[in-house]
């Protein structure tokens, strides 16, 4: 079981988030460090490689309240940075970011708006 766990986190891959408020806006940039398999591209054995990508990512703020959506699809690019504003976020507030893989697996990882 552990090495599907580990498995499970290697296929949903690694986020980098930061969070900066100036004036009331806030701005959420973020970088998810991911292969974003399509399932047509071929090894170097020249066996197919399969499936593997982000389809959802979510930002919650303090209050569990989802504050940005994004469904994706096996067209984006490896490693896709995303950003966005908003006024909903207070500085020193802790958001949660969600991000799910085409089966459905979750990760989740918090940041605090600077």
Known sequence: MANDKLTSALSLGTISIKAKQDDSVTTVKMLIRHPMETGQRKNEDGELVPINYIAKVSVLNADKQVIFNANW????????????????????????????????DEQKQNAVVE
Do not use: C, R, Y
Request: net charge positive.
């Open 73 to 104: 699809g096996p067209a984006m690019a490896k490693d896709p940075i995303m950003a966005f504003k908003s006024k909903a976020l207070k500085k020193g507030e802790e958001i949660t970011v969600i991000w799910q893989n085409h089966n459905g």
